[in-house]
């Protein structure tokens, strides 16, 4: 598996946006996998970024059992 090399939080920050800009709501999971970063450092980063209001996180049920997936998105420029 390839590495990609990340050199700041910012920079992570930006790479999220612009994935969610031209992906639509993605999984955590998702994420991780176009970026090959670490699944907690993506986390960080979007706590970070939601923290600033400029992404927004929503579940979405399929009505079985178990947890719902949860999606990010950017947040409506409402």
């Known amino acids: ?11 992570l920050q930006k790479q999220i946006m612009d994935l969610l800009e031209t992906n639509g709501p993605l999984t955590r999971a998702e994420m991780v996998k176009k970026l090959q970063t670490a699944r907690t450092t993506v986390y960080d980063s979007l706590v970070k ?8 996180k929503f579940p979405v049920n399929n009505n079985k059992r178990g947890r719902p ?10």
Do not use: H, P, W, Y
């Not at 970024?49 to 927004?56: E, P, S, T």
């Not at 997936?69 to 409402?78: D, G, L, M, P, Y």
């Open 69 to 78: 997936k949860v999606f990010f998105q950017i947040c409506n420029a409402s």
């Open 1 to 11: 598996m390839q590495t990609v090399q990340i050199e700041t939080e910012s920079e």
């Open 49 to 56: 970024l939601m923290g600033r209001k400029l992404v927004d």
